[in-house]
């Protein structure tokens, strides 16, 4: 189980535009979805939180308009960095919180990781 | 503030010893413990969790967790070059979100 698909997985795009991540839990639903954001050699920051059906909570320094997550259904979430500049460049990762049949334990599984450069 | 702390390393060791990982963590409400995985320009990837007290084994990994000391660790037996990544101490507050260690950079020298 805990098979997660993120797409792109690398995206050049030119400053100003936006560029739009997918996010699939393919075996599991996912009631719960972390963004997370990673600079070379350092380490993974948290974005944002979001529910299924309810409106992303994202940590203090990131720009809710800047960073649109869409978590619409329990399998399927959105990033869409809008307006892209070359500081947003950095490699982001979703990762949809896995349930653990039995254990009651809640597992924190990851995508494989979209590497967004902005030029 | 609650922490994860971790020895950034790297920590080196020779091919076939055993590699000893450690974390602490300052939320005594802490309920589960994570090791995560992660090789350079690739995401983390889940090597295995534990939220009782003592030894769980998996293959060559063992995590071992004391809630009293606040403290877990992940000993990797017989270490292969191909153990050589970043790892990643997690954990998971009660009703809160996971909370990371910065990570320790293991290298096994062949």
């Known amino acids: 189980g805990a098979v997660v698909s993120q797409h792109p997985s690398r995206v050049i795009c030119k400053s100003g535009t936006s560029v739009k991540i997918e996010c699939r839990s393919l075996d599991f639903q996912a009631t719960t979805m972390f963004w997370y954001r990673q600079f070379p050699k350092q380490s993974l920051m948290l974005m944002a939180t979001s529910n299924e059906g309810s409106k992303a909570t994202y940590e203090q320094g990131v720009e809710k308009d800047k960073f649109l997550i869409n978590h619409a259904s329990l399998t399927l979430s959105t990033l869409t960095v809008t307006s892209a500049h070359p500081e947003d460049s950095s490699f982001y990762i979703c990762?949809?919180?896995?349930?653990?049949?039995?254990?009651?334990?809640?597992?924190?599984?990851f995508g494989a990781g979209s590497r967004l450069t902005v030029l | 503030q609650k922490e994860v702390e971790q020895n950034s390393g790297p920590l080196s060791v020779p091919e076939g010893a055993i590699a000893s990982l450690n974390c602490t963590y300052s939320d005594r409400g802490s309920q589960s413990f994570f090791w995560y995985r992660q090789y350079s320009g690739k995401s983390p990837e889940l090597i295995m969790f534990i939220y009782s007290n003592g030894d769980k084994e998996d293959g060559r990994f063992t995590a071992q967790l004391n809630k009293a000391s606040q403290y877990v660790s992940l000993l990797i037996r017989d270490s292969q070059p191909s153990d050589s990544a970043t790892y990643l101490c997690a954990v998971n507050p009660f009703f809160q979100n996971f909370v990371f260690g910065p990570g320790t950079r293991l290298s096994v020298l062949p």
């Open positions: 990762s949809p919180l896995m349930e653990v049949q039995r254990s009651g334990a809640n597992v924190l599984t």
